[in-house]
């Protein structure tokens, strides 16, 4: 496995529509070992592979107890609503109020091909919904209402 380099704003490969996954090989194993290893080195909750430079359509989001790999995801279906401070380690040092769905059910792939669904809330519901934008070449600042810096100390 591999720490790779986090791509950030500014570099075209993030405004880029993401090409899906159509070899469930050992390429994309090894493309999602390292996503695992570069997010917990960078203590974030969600990466997509666009941010490692990857146009395909790849994310994870780390649970807490475990990670969510997603493989040619897809949102279907979308209920209340939440507004919270939004980030993304493609940003650095810029946070803004964002609505998003307060849940919803993602459906994907996991590395082996095996489709799954699952119910999202709150933290993980906002954090599929922005890794998927990442997908179709969409930064979180195009939704931010309100951008909030906080105090350096
Ligand atoms: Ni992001």
């Given at each position: 496995m591999a720490i790779r380099n986090i791509v950030k704003d500014g570099d075209p490969v993030l405004a880029k529509r993401c090409r899906p996954v159509e070899q469930f090989d050992a390429r994309l194993e090894q493309l999602v070992a390292d996503m695992k290893e570069t997010l917990k080195k960078a203590n974030g909750v969600g990466l997509a592979a666009p941010q490692v430079g990857v146009l395909k359509r790849v994310f994870i989001i780390d649970l807490g107890d475990r990670m969510i790999e997603a493989i040619?995801?897809?949102?279907v279906k979308t209920s209340g609503k939440q507004r919270e401070v939004e980030g993304c380690l493609s940003v650095p040092n810029r946070w803004g109020y964002v609505t998003r769905p307060k849940h919803c059910t993602l459906r994907a792939y996991n590395c082996k091909g095996e489709q799954y669904e699952i119910k999202l809330s709150n933290l993980e519901a906002r954090c599929a919904c922005h890794e998927y934008d990442h997908l179709e070449g969409q930064l979180f600042t195009r939704l931010v209402d309100e951008f909030v810096t906080f105090e350096k100390e």
């Open positions: 040619n995801p897809e949102i």
